[in-house]
């Protein structure tokens, strides 16, 4: 990781106006460092393409000493990591996109084994189809050895981590804001849990609004993270579709779950399906597709011992919501002892409860 009397230089270079991340990457790669690109001449700097007088004179005289000593302490107060391009650590993915940011905030842990990875994106009004396809995709994921990558958003990003993190698995969130805002409020806990099996990272310093400007930014960094970027419920004009088109732009795979027609929450997944993007029914479609090298470390789901009368109501079970009236008169029983044995069920982890007394088996 990047030492601290280095570090000030990369935070540096990101407060003068003018310097994106191409051309960031371009100074980074002529001058090897930013210290280097503070102690180089006019002549040497105006070399370099997209670099004019006035933009090489605001280099050498921008007055950044304060806002980066008042950035260093928050770092250090907040026990944040900062890896830069030239970072051992820094992922070999998103390294190689045509803008990618010149340093990453990060809390918890990047790894080499990151570099395996997925990303899961959709809505933020998730049905429960797209939460229970979500969730069974990222448990598939990473009980493959491979990262769930996503953004931390509401809806099909929150239940592609926690399926992730219910698996035992590893899964990293993009934020639009700064490292030390969470958003939504509510992904607190979600956040701490992702930060002891993952990363949280984001490219925009302490206190950066999550402002919509941000999201597009974000989303190029989910998909340069990964080799393949997923697509679960998205509207016509959802953001999601960004992600889409970003990953196209870096080579990367585009895969969609199909959803159904009279949905507008389908409309972007089947569109995207219909323009080359790849079916997605279970992870072996991702996996197959782009991944065919990795060992498959799947291992088979240990199923817990059930009672003749629990085995009786897991058969009718499935991925398809059922009400408990529907479960009791099906199963011939009284909602009181279909509830009890749902209950019991639900300890064992084969079934699972959703709003309105429905259940899904698992």
Same mark, same amino acid.
């Given at each position: 990781?990047?030492?601290?009397?280095?570090?000030?230089?990369?935070?540096?270079?990101?407060?003068?106006?003018?310097?994106?991340?191409?051309?960031?990457?371009?100074?980074?790669?002529?001058?090897?460092?930013?210290?280097?690109?503070?102690?180089?001449?006019?002549?040497?700097?105006?070399?370099?393409?997209?670099?004019?007088?006035?933009?090489?004179?605001?280099?050498?005289?921008?007055?950044?000493?304060?806002?980066?000593?008042?950035?260093?302490?928050?770092?250090?107060?907040?026990?944040?990591?900062?890896?830069?391009?030239l970072d051992e650590l820094y992922p070999d993915?998103?390294?190689?996109?045509?803008?990618?940011?010149?340093?990453?905030?990060?809390?918890?842990?990047?790894?080499?084994?990151?570099?395996?990875?997925?990303?899961?994106?959709?809505?933020?009004?998730?049905?429960?189809?797209?939460?229970?396809?979500?969730?069974?995709?990222?448990?598939?994921?990473?009980?493959?050895?491979?990262?769930?990558?996503?953004g931390m958003a509401r809806g099909i990003d929150?239940?592609?981590?926690?399926?992730?993190?219910?698996?035992?698995?590893?899964?990293?969130?993009?934020?639009?804001?700064?490292?030390?805002?969470?958003?939504?409020?509510?992904?607190?806990?979600?956040?701490?849990?992702?930060?002891e099996s993952g990363a949280v990272l984001t490219?925009?310093?302490?206190?950066?609004?999550?402002?919509?400007?941000?999201?597009?930014?974000?989303?190029?960094?989910?998909?340069?993270?990964?080799?393949?970027?997923?697509?679960?419920?998205?509207?016509?004009?959802?953001?999601?579709? *960004?992600?889409?088109?970003?990953?196209?732009?870096?080579?990367?795979?585009?895969?969609?779950?199909?959803?159904? *027609?009279?949905?507008?929450?389908?409309?972007?997944?089947?569109?995207?399906?219909?323009?080359?993007?790849?079916?997605?029914?279970?992870?072996?479609?991702?996996?197959?597709?782009?991944?065919?090298?990795?060992?498959?470390?799947?291992?088979?789901?240990?199923?817990?011992?059930?009672?003749?009368?629990?085995?009786?109501?897991?058969?009718?079970?499935?991925?398809?919501?059922?009400?408990?009236?529907?479960?009791?008169?099906?199963?011939?029983?009284?909602?009181?002892?279909?509830?009890?044995?749902?209950?019991?069920?639900?300890?064992?982890?084969? *079934?699972?409860?959703?709003?309105?007394?429905?259940?899904?088996?698992?």
């Open positions: 990781m990047t030492d601290i009397d280095d570090l000030k230089y990369w935070l540096a270079l990101n407060h003068v106006p003018g310097i994106g991340k191409v051309l960031y990457k371009r100074l980074i790669d002529h001058f090897k460092s930013p210290v280097k690109v503070f102690s180089s001449t006019m002549k040497e700097l105006k070399s370099i393409e997209g670099i004019g007088e006035r933009l090489a004179k605001d280099i050498l005289t921008a007055d950044w000493k304060e806002k980066v000593d008042i950035e260093l302490s928050r770092i250090e107060k907040e026990k944040v990591k900062v890896i830069t391009l993915n998103l390294k190689k996109i045509y803008d990618p940011p010149p340093f990453l905030y990060i809390m918890g842990e990047i790894r080499k084994e990151d570099n395996r990875a997925i990303a899961i994106v959709g809505s933020r009004k998730a049905t429960t189809y797209g939460r229970l396809m979500t969730e069974r995709l990222s448990k598939d994921l990473v009980s493959h050895g491979i990262t769930v990558v996503s929150t239940f592609s981590h926690q399926g992730a993190l219910s698996a035992g698995g590893r899964t990293i969130a993009v934020l639009g804001c700064g490292i030390d805002i969470i958003y939504p409020s509510e992904n607190r806990s979600l956040r701490d849990k992702i930060i490219e925009f310093p302490f206190s950066t609004p999550p402002e919509g400007v941000n999201f597009p930014s974000r989303n190029r960094i989910i998909s340069g993270l990964s080799l393949g970027v997923v697509i679960i419920e998205a509207t016509s004009d959802s953001g999601s579709l *960004i992600t889409a088109s970003n990953a196209l732009d870096q080579g990367r795979e585009v895969f969609a779950v199909p959803g159904n *027609i009279t949905s507008k929450l389908s409309q972007g997944t089947n569109k995207l399906i219909k323009r080359g993007a790849k079916l997605v029914e279970d992870a072996d479609d991702i996996i197959e597709e782009i991944l065919p090298q990795i060992e498959r470390k799947k291992k088979d789901k240990t199923m817990p011992v059930l009672t003749s009368e629990e085995e009786v109501i897991y058969k009718l079970l499935s991925d398809e919501p059922k009400h408990i009236d529907i479960i009791s008169r099906e199963g011939r029983l009284t909602s009181n002892k279909a509830l009890s044995l749902l209950l019991e069920m639900e300890i064992k982890g084969v *079934i699972r409860q959703l709003p309105g007394k429905s259940f899904v088996a698992t």
